[in-house]
């Protein structure tokens, strides 16, 4: 048997994608460059990466130029919202280039994970990475164990710097200065200085959304409405969602206030952000700005609201979905079991007519509930009738409710109001001393919390006696206007006067929103 003959083939340093390939006398060579921000300083500091890396690739003989990627005033915490570092990725997966050159790991990417996903995608390829700073070549054997450790360390820095801007909006918000997006802030936009201004256009769309709701419109016919006129939302879009109008409805900017942190960054390398539910603190700014709608429309609007998220009827209590497709949806009710009437369509023998009929006794039958099925005719000549019959009070009527808003004014909790407002800004001076020393102000916490309940409470009671006071000077303004006069059943009308009617066997009882209940 012949003996062994071995002979040794020196390997040949090559890095590559098509090395192992073909014989290629040149390598491929791009450069990646980032700068972080978009001040003038850092632009300055990517024109010069770009002409310094243009002039490195192409002096050096052996390399053929692939061009240079350049992210401008991008975020390095993730890859996705960078276009030119992601073409160049695409460009090293098509065979394009051989050798990508960068500044530092920092440039490359400040997330390790996103760090090492790219370059082992780019080693699959025979493609190496030259971190000129830190003088890594990522397809030498040390290349990886090195660049987990820088990049483990440029993760730290990232999430140092997050922390930093944290602090930084800490302090704003301690300072009570507002932060918003006022291109897409219906109402509002900004002055030179920052501050909020009034977009005069804007905010008579924010008081009519107000003001339709209050008049009973629900959230889907205010944005039907809104767009029937062509008005666009702060978005610029000609569809008005329910969720949208909600937020108006819902937004304390709107009266000068602005709660500030309703959401935070849980991750500093996702940027996701969640909804504030206690787990960082908040800071209310009172008239912070100048208001477009006043406080006590606002928190009359909060209790409509609830009461419309909140309607239990019936002996059973069910709950019963707002609707404000006729004035009298939802604000009919049974006088036998307590649960809402509703709109059908009745077709017996023959007869066809739209009537008003318990929902208890529709979706259970006749033997849970007992009261009376209400022609639409005769349920309208009720509520006429009873307004009829307001007009007909004349002088005697308005005294009366001249005696309501006497007795209404005499009922009031502003005082309270004053207290607690003057103890929360002992309270808050506290925090901030204990925060300022170092020490912990969570025992403050719960009583904060139930002062400002408590104040919040009294509010919307002023709110509603307020809005009674108002809905009362406006009776008295549509008597003095209509006295004497018949009127006919019209929608917006009863929507303006009354709160609701109630159904009995043998009559009705209809309810005004100023408090006055007439029987017919």
């Known amino acids: 048997m012949a003996e062994k003959n071995i002979t040794v083939i020196p390997a040949r340093k090559r890095v590559g994608s098509t090395a192992a390939k073909e014989k290629v006398k040149k390598l491929r060579v791009a450069a990646y460059c980032r700068v972080?921000?978009?001040?003038?300083?850092?632009?300055?500091?990517?024109?010069?990466?770009?002409?310094?890396?243009?002039?490195?690739?192409?002096?050096?003989?052996?390399w053929e130029f692939a061009g240079i990627f350049a992210d401008d005033g991008i975020s390095g915490t993730n890859t996705k919202k960078r276009e030119e570092f992601n073409r160049m990725i695409d460009g090293c997966m098509e065979g394009n280039i051989d050798l990508v050159i960068t500044k530092s790991i920092s440039r490359f990417a400040r997330n390790?994970?996103?760090?090492?996903?790219?370059?082992?995608?780019?080693?699959d390829k025979n493609i190496s990475v030259f971190f000129e700073k830190e003088n890594i070549n990522t397809m030498d054997a040390k290349g990886e164990v090195l660049l987990t450790i820088m990049a483990s360390l440029a993760q730290q820095e990232s999430q140092s710097l997050s922390q930093n801007v944290k602090l930084g909006l800490q302090y704003r918000y301690q300072q009570g200065k507002v932060q918003v997006n006022h291109n897409r802030f219906m109402g509002y936009t900004k002055d030179d200085e920052g501050n909020l201004i009034i977009v005069p256009e804007e905010a008579e769309i924010i008081k009519r959304i107000y003001r339709e709701y209050l008049e009973g419109k629900s959230l889907a016919g205010i944005g039907r409405d809104l767009?029937?006129?062509?008005?666009?939302?702060?978005?610029?879009?000609?569809?008005?969602?329910?969720?949208?109008?909600?937020?108006?409805?819902?937004?304390?900017?709107?009266?000068?206030?602005?709660?500030?942190?309703?959401?935070?960054?849980?991750?500093?390398?996702?940027?996701?952000?969640?909804?504030?539910e206690g787990h960082v603190p908040q800071y209310y700014v009172e008239n912070s700005h100048e208001a477009i709608i006043p406080k006590e429309l606002f928190l009359q609007a909060q209790e409509e609201l609830h009461r419309r998220n909140n309607i239990y009827?019936?002996?059973?209590?069910?709950?019963?979905?707002?609707?404000?497709?006729?004035?009298?949806?939802?604000?009919?009710?049974?006088?036998?079991?307590?649960?809402?009437y509703r709109r059908v369509y009745w077709n017996i023998r023959g007869r066809k007519e739209f009537v008003w009929r318990c929902v208890t006794r529709i979706e259970q039958g006749p033997e849970t509930c007992k009261n009376r099925t209400v022609k639409e005719g005769d349920l309208y000549d009720a509520v006429?009738?009873?307004?009829?019959?307001?007009?007909?009070?004349?002088?005697?009527?308005?005294?009366?409710?001249?005696?309501?808003?006497?007795?209404?004014?005499?009922?009031t909790t502003e005082y309270r109001i004053s207290e607690i407002n003057t103890l929360l800004e002992e309270k808050q001076k506290e925090i901030i001393s204990l925060a300022n020393n170092g020490k912990d102000f969570e025992f403050l916490s719960e009583e904060?919390?139930?002062?400002?309940?408590?104040?919040?409470?009294l509010l919307v009671e002023d709110a509603s006696l307020s809005g009674e006071n108002e809905r009362i000077n406006e009776l008295i303004g549509f008597i003095c206007r209509n006295k004497y006069r018949t009127l006919l059943y019209d929608d917006t009308l009863v929507r303006k006067l009354i709160q609701n009617v109630t159904v009995y066997e043998d009559h009705f009882v209809i309810s005004f929103k100023s408090g006055i209940e007439i029987e017919v």
């Not at 390790?112 to 080693?123: A, F, G, M, P, V």
């Open 384 to 411: 006429m009738t009873a307004i009829n019959k307001l007009l007909a009070g004349g002088d005697n009527m308005m005294r009366t409710l001249e005696e309501n808003i006497h007795a209404i004014i005499g009922d």
């Open 448 to 457: 904060v919390d139930k002062l400002r309940e408590e104040r919040q409470r």
């Open 36 to 62: 972080s921000t978009e001040t003038e300083e850092q632009n300055s500091s990517y024109e010069v990466q770009v002409a310094h890396y243009t002039e490195f690739i192409k002096k050096n003989a052996e």
């Open 112 to 123: 390790t994970l996103d760090c090492l996903k790219y370059i082992r995608q780019l080693k």
């Open 227 to 276: 767009e029937k006129d062509d008005i666009l939302t702060a978005a610029g879009k000609p569809r008005w969602r329910p969720e949208t109008i909600k937020k108006i409805l819902m937004n304390e900017k709107y009266i000068g206030d602005a709660l500030l942190q309703k959401t935070f960054t849980v991750d500093f390398l996702t940027k996701k952000r969640v909804k504030n």
């Open 313 to 340: 009827t019936g002996a059973d209590k069910n709950k019963r979905l707002y609707s404000s497709k006729y004035a009298l949806s939802t604000i009919t009710f049974c006088g036998d079991c307590g649960d809402i």
